[in-house]
């Protein structure tokens, strides 16, 4: 099983989304900043960590927003997404193609990595619900 931790981050309404870079797994496909638990560290840690190597932001997160699996053949992966807030920092974009910031009724319109779909699809009920 591959670890993940990714970030739902909200700011004026509006979440961050990352389009993965052309070369590599699950190229220009979009995603929710994040990246692979190492050795040794938390989730938490690992979320943190990424969000600064990945885009110069510092991060206070609130709580598990949502964990889920998704399996491709034999390979599992496990990624736990948690809400958060920037803290400090201003915005880079340092590995991805692209950064965007949408509503949630927007999240259709754009490609996510297939262990993405239930979260986007949780996302956009919450803001149905609240109508
Ligand atoms: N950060 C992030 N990764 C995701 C999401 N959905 C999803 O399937 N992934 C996958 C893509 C990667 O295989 C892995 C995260 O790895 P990573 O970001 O640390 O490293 P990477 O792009 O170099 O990944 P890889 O090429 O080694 O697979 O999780 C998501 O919403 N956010």
């Known amino acids: 099983m591959l670890y993940v931790a990714a970030a739902i981050i909200r ?11 052309s070369a590599g797994t699950l190229p220009l496909l979009w995603e929710f900043p994040g990246g692979k638990l ?20 510092d991060l206070s997160v609130m709580g598990v927003f949502a964990k889920t699996r998704h399996f491709k053949g034999s390979k599992g992966i496990e990624i736990t997404f948690f809400d958060s807030k920037i803290i400090s920092g201003d915005l880079r ?23 993405d779909e239930e979260v ?12």
């Open 11 to 21: 700011q004026n309404n509006k979440i961050l989304i990352c389009q993965r870079a």
């Open 93 to 115: 974009k340092k590995v991805h193609h692209d950064l965007k910031w949408v509503q949630p009724e927007e999240l259709d319109n754009y490609r996510f990595c297939p262990a």
């Open 120 to 131: 986007v699809r949780r996302l956009r009920q919450n803001c149905e619900e609240r109508g």
């Open 38 to 57: 190492e050795p040794g560290e938390t989730m938490e840690e690992c979320i943190r960590r990424e969000c600064r190597e990945e885009l110069d932001i």
